[in-house]
């Protein structure tokens, strides 16, 4: 018997050595989430057919939304980020055009690392602790765009965000080429609320009233509606003022309320995402049990949007 290997086998142990090398690079390389290629590029056919097939009963969220985000992301040089502001009702889908907006951008969807979420309760919950958030918001910005410039950040219940903290991020949503050697510019802002909700019902209240179809309410005919008096008014929409006075938000979108049709849509799907076969006749019975107002007239909409449905959907399958 001899020490020495072989020179064979040793060719083959060194082999079988680069092969796993070459096996662990692939898979870090591929797998590893990045801030550039297919991870943050916009799936535009993805984001129109999610907003056709998956959205129910919102024409003009439909129409924005794919203008505005298909806008920017093929904007190879923007000059400010894109800064969306999304009002409505209850339960009528705000949170899930935000994720269906980040699903087609981030191969990750909400769980990339350059998604952010935050909830003011949650988030921001004691007004004592203002500036402490002020200080750590500002930081997580800066940090996460500086690692990935295409990075997304959605505040959710902005009416109930303090407004000092409103405006510590203003800086960021402006036509700056860079603050402090950070260029904000490739970065999208969403901002959630129920603001302005209530205006956004009496308008297609109107429409149902005067015998006209939902689909004819236009983005128009919303803003008309929705004057500065409703963002002027401090309990409701006392941070969307400056927003809208330095011209930061780039596009409004208006949620409308959910009609029984649109909730029937929407447990049809439900019962399919829940892995059932869909049936009409289980969803219509829990359609039917649902609140809808406004109660003197023909109880057109739904009270909570589609946000109960998952769950009271369990008591009928
Ligand atoms: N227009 C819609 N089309 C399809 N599904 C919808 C729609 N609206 C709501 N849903 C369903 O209901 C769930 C709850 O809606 P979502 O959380 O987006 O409501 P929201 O507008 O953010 O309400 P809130 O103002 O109470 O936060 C969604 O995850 C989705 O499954
Ligand atoms: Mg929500």
């Avoid at 800066?142 to 505040?155: A, E, L, Y």
Wanted: hydrophobic share 40%.
């Amino acid at each position: 018997m001899t020490d020495r290997m072989p020179p064979q086998v040793t060719l083959l142990l060194v082999g079988a050595g680069l092969a796993a090398l070459g096996a662990t690079y692939w898979h870090f390389y591929w797998r590893k989430e990045v801030c550039y290629g297919s991870w943050t590029s916009l799936n535009k056919t993805g984001l129109k057919c999610d907003l056709k097939n998956k959205l129910f009963g919102q024409h003009i969220v439909a129409k924005v939304i794919l203008k505005a985000v298909t806008g920017f992301m093929n904007n190879k040089n923007p000059k400010k980020p894109l800064v969306l502001s999304l009002h409505g009702w209850t339960g009528t889908g705000k949170n899930y055009v935000s994720q269906l907006i980040a699903e087609n951008i981030y191969q990750k969807g909400m769980k990339s690392n350059f998604v952010h979420l935050f909830t003011a309760t949650t988030h921001f919950p004691h007004e004592a602790h203002i500036d402490k958030y002020k200080t750590q918001l500002v930081e997580w910005i800066r940090g996460n765009v500086s690692i990935c410039p295409r990075s997304m950040f959605i505040f959710d219940e902005m009416d109930k965000m303090h407004p000092e903290l409103m405006d510590s991020i203003k800086p960021y949503l402006d036509f700056y080429d860079n603050l402090n050697g950070v260029s904000y510019r490739q970065a999208i802002f969403i901002f959630l609320s129920n603001t302005g909700g209530e205006k956004i019902v009496e308008v297609a209240l109107d429409f149902w009233r005067d015998g006209r179809e939902r689909e004819e309410i236009q983005l128009k005919d919303i803003e008309m509606a929705l004057s500065l008096s409703v963002f002027n008014n401090k309990s409701s929409g006392f941070w969307h003022t400056s927003l809208i006075d330095k011209n930061l938000v780039d596009f409004f979108v208006p949620f409308l309320p959910l009609e029984y049709k649109h909730v029937i849509q929407c447990g049809l799907a439900e019962m399919a995402r829940k892995g059932h076969v869909k049936n009409k006749k289980v969803v219509v019975k829990m359609a039917r049990d649902l609140n809808y107002f406004p109660k003197e007239e023909k109880r057109i909409f739904s009270v909570q949007g589609c946000k109960v449905i998952s769950s009271r959907l369990d008591f009928y399958i």
